[in-house]
């Protein structure tokens, strides 16, 4: 099964929840699994991602990626003074969990995943696709 294309998620933290999307494009990188890929992706606030994912051969994803929270996001009660970028490695199910809360980071964050369609309103939205 390939992970190239866009991915919503829904997302519970602390203090907070949203809604997001990522694409996961052919690349070239360090991986020698199967299947990699370079990761792209915003949320509703204006939180980005970046990072690369790879397919490993019994399906499950191991995904890195950067958070960076840009400062004026409130994150808590007040809005952030100045910007966050943080590095999260995970290894996903297959399909990232096709819908399944999954529990990431550190503190932790419930999050949802599933494929969209490419010409996703989610996508165009967040200017993740033409």
């Not at 990699?36 to 019994?58: I, K, L, P, Q």
């Not at 996001?73 to 590095?87: A, F, H, N, S």
């Not at 932790?108 to 696709?129: E, N, Q, T």
């Amino acid at each position: 099964m390939s992970i190239v294309g866009g991915w919503g998620f829904v997302y519970c933290g602390a203090v907070d929840l949203g809604v997001g999307a990522f694409t996961v494009d052919l690349g070239i990188g360090a991986f020698t699994i199967d299947e990699y890929g370079n990761v792209n992706g915003r949320d509703y606030s204006g939180v980005a991602y970046s990072g690369t994912a790879a397919e490993n051969t019994d399906g499950t994803i191991t995904m890195e990626f950067r958070v960076t929270v840009p400062a004026g996001v409130v994150q808590g009660t007040t809005p952030m003074v100045m910007p966050l970028d943080r590095k999260v490695s995970q290894t996903f199910p297959p399909l990232f969990g096709n819908g399944a809360p999954i529990e990431i980071g550190q503190p932790p964050v419930r999050v949802m995943i599933r494929r969209v369609p490419p010409y996703s309103a989610l996508l165009r939205w967040l200017k993740l696709a033409p």
